[in-house]
């Protein structure tokens, strides 16, 4: 396993710390002066996005989504070691998903214009 298979971890708590500091900086913004002009279907939507709370409960699930997944090592012969997700499992739970799994590739998904973001995580 490289740097890079692990760092998926950091950067994906990276993203998730910046958007938490930035709902908690929005908490206290007056709703925009542009919402009354706002389409009325468009408008649950638009509430939604400007609601701080709810980025911060998507961020709290996302966060525990996360520590479900977490590497864990395993011999893979004699002499070699790899990485695992410590909680996914196929083929009726015989075999295992390497690390990063599946689920934290697609958690990485909604930053992959980020320059941080490695192609080797694309699902
Ligand atoms: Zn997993």
Redesign the pocket.
């Known amino acids: 396993m490289t740097d890079s298979e692990l760092s998926i971890f950091e950067f994906l708590r990276a993203r998730y710390d910046e958007l938490e500091q930035a709902a908690n900086a929005a908490k206290t913004a007056r709703r925009p002066w542009y919402f009354d002009h706002v389409d009325d279907a468009a408008k649950p939507f638009v509430d939604l996005a400007l609601n701080p709370d709810s980025v911060l409960n998507d961020l709290a699930s996302k966060r525990a989504i996360l520590a479900q997944?977490r590497p864990a090592w395993r011999r893979m012969s004699w002499d070699e070691d790899a990485a695992i997700?410590d909680?996914?499992r196929y083929d009726n739970g015989l075999d295992v998903?390497f690390f990063p799994?599946p689920?934290?590739r697609a958690l990485a998904v909604p930053y992959a214009a980020h320059s941080d973001y490695q192609e080797a995580w694309k699902p």
Do not use: K, M, S, V
């Open positions: 997944h997700c909680t996914c998903y799994c689920t934290l």
